[in-house]
């Protein structure tokens, strides 16, 4: 068969990043074409090579698109459980992915407990869009904090162990009630007060 073209619109989020696939996040573009180059993570293929043709011009970006704090299934928003305590609130996006499918992540996370995982509180599946609560985490992800506070962390390795450590303990616990996340990345970590760090987005769990 012929082969066929396919062009993407390259996404930027407020904090600098860039993204294809709204699973993984870049600082710069050269390391978004890079690392899929290699992996598809979502898009129809790799990147395999641009068009070339003498005659044919460079296509110009429609533009680069921002959206508000989106994580992998909705956007989050920080919010208050009762009025007491700070929760994060994730909304499902319409046509992002089943129903189905984002409760069955809050089941998942309901299940697992542990203090190197993201706590859910609650699901609210009465009315559309569904959305679902867990802990805040302070800090926000692991890729931004590291990026943030790299001269200050990288200087001290035994902070960085720790935080291995950590994630580590929270994929063991995982692993031993025979879950696998498929998507383990600093992106998907978040970082509270005191260097705790705890894997998050259940969703693509097994």
């Not at 890079?34 to 993570?41: E, L, R, V």
């Not at 996006?93 to 069955?104: H, L, N, P, R, Y």
Request: charged letters at 20%.
């Amino acid at each position: 068969p012929a082969p066929q073209v396919k062009h993407y619109h390259i996404k930027a989020k407020p904090s600098g990043e860039y993204c294809l696939s709204e699973k993984h996040f870049f600082s710069t573009i050269s390391d978004l074409i890079f690392y899929h180059k290699h992996n598809s993570a979502g898009l129809a293929t790799r990147l395999k090579q641009p068009p070339s043709s003498p005659t044919r011009a460079t296509p110009t970006t429609a533009g680069l698109s921002h959206g508000l704090g989106s994580g992998q299934f909705g956007v989050v928003r920080r919010g208050k459980w009762r009025g007491s305590f700070d929760v994060a609130v994730k909304m499902m996006k319409e046509g992002s992915m089943s129903e189905d499918d984002f409760i069955d992540e809050a089941k998942v996370m309901t299940k697992l407990q542990h203090p190197n995982l993201v706590q859910l509180y609650g699901v609210c599946s009465k009315h559309r869009p569904i959305f679902i609560v867990t802990e805040y985490m302070k800090h926000g992800s692991l890729l931004s904090y590291l990026r943030k506070n790299d001269q200050r962390l990288f200087q001290k390795p035994s902070v960085l162990l720790d935080i291995c450590l950590q994630v580590c303990s929270g994929m063991a616990h995982l692993e031993e009630h025979n879950y696998i996340h498929r998507d383990l990345a600093a992106r998907n970590c978040l970082v509270g007060d005191g260097n705790v760090v705890k894997v998050a987005d259940f969703g693509l769990t097994r």
